[in-house]
């Protein structure tokens, strides 16, 4: 590799809350960051809006490609065409309540689409002899059952089609590392969340759900199991963990958390307090959002990634749910310009 080259790094799930993130992080790094999109009938790059440039200006360091984790023939060719140094496998169908309505997909997308991609790599790597190194998103969702603290040496014990799925994909990761010597870590991520969360992940559900409910545009939000607990932090934080995972000398695993672990309901009562409402006059719960079996308790240890990584969170719980409702809350200013003069409807609840 000409060593004045700028780096290249494949990220599938760009368009993702994670992708955006990293995109940003590995840009501010120098990289030439490419992303593999998949075909909607809608645009959905809104994460990436404001880091985009159009390709046609040489100045332009994200460049976005269509394939799909169900597609080996379109990982193949752009891992060929790319010829990336780093690939983050971002991509899932990463919700684990949808997880049980869609098995199949899930199971395709996130175990055997990491399949896919890890062959893309392997195969790149024997017919090139260049070197690629490989990140895995893993989950906290793969130890379910199993009580914490939760480390790297914990059992994996999934409660959904999703988390069954990404434990695949972690020994899939594992496999490929032992059996043809890949560069490839498994971050064991513990839930992160941001302004940028999807709208219906419980922490975003709640925090859009208290601008929309402080500025009149709703009165009730729906909730399933307010007893769960996790250990939440801010995507932010944690997209610079997988890239220090890559840069090490040896690949590893390593789980990425804060130590602490909230309930759903303290999460309620933080964030309907920030703006001086109570929860208890709003929530209502609606056993549709019951999951079959559920993960009750989260809280990861990240002791090694702190001592190999030099990792550790900035931002806390309340700092993170500070962030998300400010965010919020000027979200549902907006849309109530929006709703004033007829252009959307103030009914429709994520
Ligand atoms: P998001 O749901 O925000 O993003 C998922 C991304 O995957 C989107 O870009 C989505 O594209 C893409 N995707 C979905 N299906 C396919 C497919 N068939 N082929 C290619 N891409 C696809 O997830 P996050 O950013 O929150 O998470 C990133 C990764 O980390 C996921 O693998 C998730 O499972 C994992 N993870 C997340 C944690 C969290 O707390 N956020 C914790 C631990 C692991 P589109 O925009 O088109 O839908
Ligand atoms: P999780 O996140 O399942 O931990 O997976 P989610 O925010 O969906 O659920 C957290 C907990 O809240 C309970 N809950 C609800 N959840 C949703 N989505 N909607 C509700 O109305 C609701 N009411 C209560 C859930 O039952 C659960 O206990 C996330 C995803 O990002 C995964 O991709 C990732 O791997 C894990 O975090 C770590």
Not at 101 to 111: C, G, I, K, L, Q
Not at 278 to 302: C, M, T
Request: glycine residues 8%.
């Amino acid at each position: 590799m000409d060593e004045r080259a700028p780096k290249k790094a494949l990220i599938t799930g760009i368009t993702g809350q994670d992708g955006s993130y990293l995109t940003e992080f590995l840009l501010s790094k120098g990289y030439e960051v490419h992303g593999i999109i998949r075909r909607s009938s809608n645009f959905n790059t809104q994460r990436l809006d404001h880091i985009y440039i159009d390709p046609h200006n040489s100045s332009a360091r994200m460049k976005l490609h269509y394939g799909d984790l169900s597609d080996a023939s379109s990982l193949r060719k752009w891992m060929d065409t790319i010829r990336p140094d780093e690939v983050y496998n971002l991509g899932a169908q990463s919700h684990v309540g949808v997880s049980f309505e869609n098995p199949d997909y899930t199971a395709d997308v996130v175990a055997t689409g990491a399949l896919r991609l890890l062959e893309a790599v392997r195969t790149h790597i024997v017919t090139t002899g260049r070197q690629i190194r490989y990140y895995q998103a893993g989950s906290s969702e793969m130890y379910g059952a199993t009580p914490p603290p939760q480390d790297e040496n914990t059992m994996f014990h999934p409660r959904s089609p999703y988390a069954v799925s990404k434990v695949a994909a972690h020994w899939y990761t594992v496999n490929y590392r032992e059996a043809y010597g890949l560069f490839a870590c498994n971050g064991i991520l513990f839930n992160h969340e941001s302004p940028r969360r999807g709208e219906n992940f419980v922490t975003r559900k709640i925090t859009r759900a208290v601008g929309r409910i402080k500025i009149g545009l709703q009165k009730t939000l729906f909730l399933g199991n307010l007893k769960a607990s996790r250990d939440w932090g801010f995507a932010g934080d944690y997209v610079e963990a997988m890239w220090l995972m890559l840069q090490q000398e040896k690949p590893d695993d390593y789980v990425v958390a804060t130590e602490e672990s909230h309930t759903v309901e303290e999460f309620l009562e933080e964030a309907f307090g920030y703006v001086g409402l109570n929860w208890k006059d709003h929530v209502q719960i609606d056993p549709r959002y019951f999951r079959p079996s559920e993960v009750d308790n989260l809280r990861g240890s990240a002791s090694k990634a702190k001592q190999k990584l030099g990792w550790k969170p900035k931002v806390g719980f309340k700092e993170l749910v500070a962030m998300m409702v400010e965010a919020d809350l000027e979200k549902a200013q907006r849309e109530k310009v929006l709703v004033e003069h007829g252009y959307i409807d103030s009914h429709q609840q994520p």
